[in-house]
């Protein structure tokens, strides 16, 4: 992927506060065609919050986020057309079979039903779901419910897929499919991932945004990360290090 | 998209056991009472025969029969409409609609027209069961008609407030109490106040009785109409809240 690349997701000074708490501060993002962004942070960093507000689940205080050229305040509808989403807890309806729920989806994403029966198959295909289509989701496994959570985020191929922790509580062999999945899906499309996996950021992402109480404070491409420092760090010091760095920062700007 | 969300809906919940043991039990129900207030009216028939405007079968059997039926409804549709929002933010599937391209008057009229959809059949089949007497005996169509569309209205109605309230919460069952509650509420308030008062005005089993006897009142369509598209905007605007305080 290079920075050429035209760009599907950019967001602008993304501020969100929960109450009086600010749970994202000044956030700002690229992704780009054909390029896999890994949000790197730990639990409570704002990598969800940012995720839901780039797909028009919660409104941001202030900043803009522009979808494919179009802008998400303006234009929903146009927006989130070009968007795929995989929340952290894939929303199935479980008493549905895997591919009526498909279909659902593919429909609530204005395909035709000719479209989206062609769009099942791809979809099941690209999953591995081709064998459960006929089962009810409620009785998959975790892994299997994984990849309908993903199938629906794709089906209606969008430039931009977003997957917020998209390996939680898989089993290795699982997590190896889905992140083979997951390289796949960013030579057709732009991804954005949440993660604090960092194995994951190695094998998977192109990029990496590292979020630290709702801030990002550090931003390169994987490659790059891998060589921080000396280039002998393990992927685990070199993000703490990032983000003790950043601790000891904000220590000394607060102290008197 | 609306006609999307409203046959999911349907679907859902035609294919759940429940649905149709509940359809099954409230037929039962209706069924009963039909018979006994058909037996009812076999036994003072003769006697209504030498009262000169006596009245007939609609106004003995169907008028009563329906009142009723709103009052059993009052007590189903809580049943329904509690899951309509709150299991989808319960069950996380909330996201999906929120992030598909969808507005909330999409999904708010989406899930209250499945719903409406679905209990149209109870009010179907109830209404053909009953115009089964006209097979027997002349039959007023009419004061028939009246009561099915004032059943519709009344029910649709208390769809419109159940929605609202399972949009407020994350729990079904106390969507679903919390509807009730507030449904026997304003049909108390309708029983104890005067028929003249704003509090009889307000309550929905009030208008009902202008359909049960046989009176179409336009003041009382645009009284459902206005109850509806109150509530279900109450429920739009909930919607619109969960994407602002999350």
Known sequence: MSEAAPATLSASNLVRRFGKRSVVNDVSLELHRGEVLGLLGHNGAGKSTTLQMLTGVLLPHSGSIEICGFDLADRPDRAKACIGYLPETPPLYRDMHVDDYLKFVARLHRMSATQAAQALEQAKGRCGLQQVGRKIIGTLSKGYQQRVGIAQAIIHNPEVIVLDEPTVGLDPAQIRDIRALIRE???????????????????????????????????????????????????????????????????????P | ?????????????????????????????????????????????????????????????????????????????????????????????????????????????????????????????????????????????????????????????????????????VQPIVAAISALAALVGLWLVSSSADAGSIWHALAPTSHFRHFNTGLLDSSDLVYYLVFCAFFLLLAMRRIHNNRIYG
Request: glycine fraction near 6%.
């Open chain 1, 185 to 255: 899906l960013g030579n057709a499309h732009s991804v954005i991932l949440s993660t604090h996996l960092l194995g994951e950021v190695e094998t998977v992402c192109d990029r990496v945004e590292i979020m630290h109480h709702g801030r990002i404070i550090y931003g390169d491409s994987s490659a790059r990360m891998m060589q921080y420092g000396n280039g002998e760090m393990k992927l685990e010091e070199v993000f703490i290090e990032i983000t003790g760095k950043h601790n000891s920062q904000a220590g000394e700007e607060a102290a």
């Open chain 2, 1 to 169: 998209m609306i006609r999307l969300l409203a046959f999911k809906e349907l679907r859902s919940l035609l294919s759940a056991p429940s649905t149709w043991f509940m359809l099954a039990a409230l037929q039962f129900i209706f069924s009963w009472f039909f018979l006994s207030r058909l037996d009812a009216f076999l036994q003072v028939q003769t006697q209504l025969a030498l009262i000169a405007n006596a009245p007939g079968a609609a106004q003995a059997i169907v008028a009563p029969l329906f009142d009723t039926l709103g009052l059993i409804m009052m007590m189903l549709v809580p049943v329904l409409t509690m899951r309509l929002l709150a299991e989808e933010r319960r069950n996380l599937t909330m996201p999906l609609l929120m992030a598909a391209p969808l507005s909330s008057i999409q999904i708010v009229l989406g899930k209250f027209i499945g719903l409406m959809l679905f209990l149209l059949l109870p009010i179907v089949a109830s209404t053909l069961m009953v115009l089964v007497l006209a097979l027997g005996t002349p039959l007023d169509t009419g004061l028939l008609l009246s009561n099915a569309a004032g059943l519709l209205l009344v029910t649709a109605s208390y769809a419109a407030l159940g929605l609202y309230v399972s949009a407020l919460t």
